[in-house]
């Protein structure tokens, strides 16, 4: 299947956990088309206190068939399904400290959100390590 997405949303593309809810609410299909083949969830409020699908206007025709038909399917699938699968417990554990955010998964067991968790998004060096960045010093090793 070939996404094709339009230069005057490209921004749309990229995740966020509202980020559906924008799509939807602009009928852009690919962009919903993407985020639904990707596992987007949608149950996720807004400020508004709406999921994505309360945000499509009457006119979105190509989304409500392909929101329909996306929820039927997880409906029948988390029905059907006996083995523990992949289940996103957080979208964001950087708890934005990153640009982008970073999923944290759980395939184990039912646990959520990891407790007294701390992201740190820099290197933490206990002990100075003199290193040499110089690209001239640096070497490859190949192996036949």
Do not use: W
Not at 14 to 40: G, T, W
Not at 109 to 136: F, Q, R
């Amino acid at each position: 299947m070939s996404i094709t997405v339009s230069q005057e949303t490209p921004f749309l593309c990229s995740f966020n956990p509202l980020s559906s809810h924008i799509v939807l609410r602009q009928d852009h299909y690919e962009c919903a088309m993407l985020f639904l083949m990707r596992k987007a969830r949608l149950d996720i409020l807004n400020k508004n206190n709406q999921t994505p699908a309360d945000c499509m206007t009457t006119s979105n025709t190509e989304c409500k068939l392909i929101m329909k038909l996306s929820t039927t399917l997880h409906q029948m699938m988390s029905q059907a399904e006996t083995a523990r699968s992949e289940r996103i417990v957080t979208n964001d554990i950087t708890k934005g400290k990153e640009s982008n955010p970073i999923q944290a998964v759980n395939m184990v067991d039912d646990a959520g959100e990891p407790d007294g968790y701390i992201y740190v998004s820099k290197n933490c060096v206990t002990n100075p390590i003199p290193l040499d960045a110089n690209i001239s010093k640096l070497q490859v090793k190949t192996t036949a």
